[in-house]
């Protein structure tokens, strides 16, 4: 090869210089002292769409471009595990009906199905790309979705199409409610989800997801969902114990689950099951207790007992129609007991873990240049200001796109 084919085939390079304060999870940095890995007056360099250097600032080397981050901070982008965007019209009246005391009989989750239902695919499709833009904005570079406002296969199948034309991070969940058609059947629409449903939707599909709850699915049902999904390819996640005590934990734990999700109501022997099990990650959504003002889940309880946690926003138009990971941790830092420091990871790192990703989570070398510049001189800030558009710019796969 010569010298002129070697330089042709080097991808693009940028530094990024001048970081106040860069927040990198990167392993090989982290200490008791140092937990996220923090490096001082740092510089982060690109290329193509990968991080290929980290370190002090003054000793960057040449890159193509330039961009001074003056002293802000930087940290990985937002690692959104848990989202259902999949989905038309939306729900105003019934959370203006909820938050002002007033009774509300209409629709819940019927609602947003026939929505669903009557919409085109260009519209679902626009509505998917609007959420994952604005979730962009502020700072989410990685963001899984879910169907389960369809509850056909073939609505199903194409709220799955639709979101993997959009997202790798794709979520059969089939199994989020029994169909309105099926409510004097249940054991029918588990057939369908786990039969004919399941094969049209597996191919669009990296995981199997169900709402393991009283008035959704029971543990047998719900196990019978996931080892069928399984089956096939997909890896298990469960909507486990949100609403009530349940089974939905040691049912994530004994499938090997990539995360247990919500987890406001648990046991002791829930709690031990997600300690004694690092591969099923907790996935803490505060955006659904805020928004129907419920308790919340109590993250220290977690850590505390070595449970590795996650911060997702559950974005749907129902329970939690945000779509701000910086919201998330400001919620988890003020009544979840986390310190600002774990929510964060949680919100990137503990993300990545939710996904089974290596790749993004951290800025370190070989990472998925993923990258969130705050307007703010450390990434305390998110939790300090709550509510206020700390995002400064934005790259995924190393291209900046806010
Ligand atoms: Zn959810």
């Known amino acids: 090869m010569t010298s002129s084919s070697v330089r042709h085939s080097t991808p693009h390079s940028t530094a990024i210089t001048r970081i106040g304060s860069l927040l990198t999870n990167d392993p090989s940095l982290r200490t008791p002292d ?3 890995g923090l490096l001082q007056d740092a510089a982060v360099v690109i290329e193509g769409d990968r991080v290929v250097w980290t370190g002090t600032s003054s000793k960057a080397p040449a890159t193509d471009s330039h ?6 901070a930087l940290l990985p982008g937002f690692v ?3 989202a259902h965007l999949v989905f038309a019209g939306d729900r105003t009246a019934e959370f203006h009906a909820r938050m002002s005391g007033r009774p509300y009989t209409a629709g819940g989750i019927r609602t947003t199905v026939a929505a669903t239902r009557a919409a085109s695919d260009a519209e679902l499709s626009a509505n998917v790309a609007r959420y994952l833009a604005e979730a962009l904005r502020q700072g989410t570079t990685t963001q899984e979705t879910k169907s389960g406002y369809g ?5 199903e199948a194409r709220a799955l199409r639709i979101a993997a034309g959009h997202t790798d991070e794709v979520t059969y969940l089939g199994a989020h409610v029994v169909a309105p058609e099926f409510a004097d059947d249940p054991a029918a629409y588990v057939a369908l989800v786990t039969g004919d449903m399941l094969d049209a939707c597996a191919p669009h599909a990296r995981w199997i997801d169900v709402f393991c709850e009283r008035g959704a699915f029971d ?4 196990r019978a969902v996931l080892t069928a999904g399984a089956a096939r390819g997909l890896i298990p996640r469960v909507h486990a114990n949100q609403l009530s005590h349940g089974p939905g934990v ?10 247990a999700d919500h987890c406001t109501h648990l046991t002791d022997a829930d709690v031990d099951a997600l300690a004694s099990a690092p591969r099923t990650v907790a996935t803490l959504l505060p955006g659904a207790e805020f928004s129907t003002r419920a308790v919340y889940p109590d993250a220290r309880r977690l850590l505390d007992a070595g449970v590795t946690v996650a911060l ?3 974005c749907n138009p129902g329970s939690s129609f945000t779509s701000s990971m910086a919201f998330c941790v400001a919620v988890a830092v003020r009544d979840m007991g986390m310190t600002p420091d774990e929510a964060v990871v949680a919100a990137t790192l503990g993300g990545a ?3 089974r990703r290596t790749d993004v989570g951290a800025i370190v070398p070989g990472a998925r240049a993923d990258l969130h510049l705050l307007d703010a001189p450390s990434h305390v800030h998110l939790a300090y200001r709550p509510g206020v558009p700390l995002t400064a710019a934005v790259w995924q796969a190393g291209e900046k796109r806010v």
């Open 353 to 355: 873990r939710a996904l």
């Open 250 to 259: 040691r049912l994530a734990v004994e499938l090997d689950a990539a995360s």
């Open 67 to 72: 961009h001074d981050a003056g002293g802000r």
């Open 312 to 314: 997702s926003t559950d």
């Open 34 to 36: 140092n937990p996220l």
């Open 219 to 222: 543990g047998d049902q719900a």
């Open 151 to 155: 509850l056909t296969t073939h609505d």
């Open 80 to 82: 959104d595990s848990h």
